[in-house]
């Protein structure tokens, strides 16, 4: 029980609403700058994939579909390298393949979208 005593204490602490407000003011502008920085990037891969659709000539009702795909990888690049990233597209390739979007259109939006090179076999 002690533990959980503890646990418990330390929780109290930690959510103490005006530390959390006094913490939240020193970290705001790193955060609002990060924040910026990072819906520029995902505004620039966004358009680079719609550039992608509108040379395939994807239907319009499906761009969301094939942006989420692109979200998606973005998401992954900022956890994953390496060998881990390539298997984690290479399961959401399949995960959008699987829900009737072409693999080719899903493929060019990696590799030109988002310069993110397919795996190796």
């Known amino acids: 029980m002690a533990d959980v005593t503890k646990r418990i204490e330390r929780w109290r602490i ?13 970290l705001r502008p790193s955060m609002e700058n990060r924040q910026e920085n990072q819906q520029k990037l995902l505004v ?19 761009y969301p579909f094939y942006l989420n795909f692109a979200r998606e990888i973005y998401a992954r690049r900022r956890r994953f390298s390496g060998p881990s990233l390539a298997r984690e597209i290479a399961v959401l390739l399949e995960k959008w393949v699987g829900r009737t979007l072409e693999r080719k259109v899903l493929e060019r939006i990696r590799d030109e979208a988002l310069s993110v090179p397919a795996p190796e076999p």
């Open 14 to 26: 930690k959510t103490e609403p005006d530390e959390v407000c006094a913490r939240l003011k020193r």
């Open 44 to 62: 620039e891969i966004e358009t680079k994939a719609k550039q992608v659709l509108d040379s395939a000539n994807v239907p319009t009702m499906l």
